[in-house]
Nanobody, 115 residues
């Protein structure tokens, strides 16, 4: 079972940047599709960005051009670089790992965008 540990959340002003990290304990990290999701109070959890084992990415329309997902297979880590943050990006961000029938979640990290 994959264990995921997120870090990098915090409080940032509008227009600022944060980088989230998600470290996996999987012995074999490479085959997993890794994703970042977020959930704001009163909302459903939604996909922010995803990267496949081959490096293909997709993004929610609301973050295209502002967020970048990338992975370092040697470090078993996936990152989410978030630029030009907006109030609407405030949420708990969760890391996800999928491979075959395996679907695992991290505990989440809070991102708050506020002046």
């Amino acid at each position: 079972q994959v264990q995921l540990v997120e870090s990098g959340g915090g409080l940032v002003q509008p227009g600022g940047s944060l980088r989230l990290s998600c470290a996996a304990s999987a012995i074999i990290f490479r085959p997993y599709t890794m994703g970042w999701y977020r959930q704001a109070p009163g909302n459903q959890r939604e996909l922010v960005a995803r990267i496949t084992s081959g490096g293909s990415t997709n993004y929610a329309d609301s973050v295209k051009g502002r967020f970048t997902i990338y992975r370092d297979n040697a470090k078993k880590t996936v990152y989410l670089q978030m630029n030009s943050l907006e109030h609407e990006d405030t949420a708990v961000y969760y890391c996800n790992a999928q491979s075959g029938e395996s679907n695992c979640w991290g505990q989440g990290t809070q991102v708050t965008v506020s002046s």
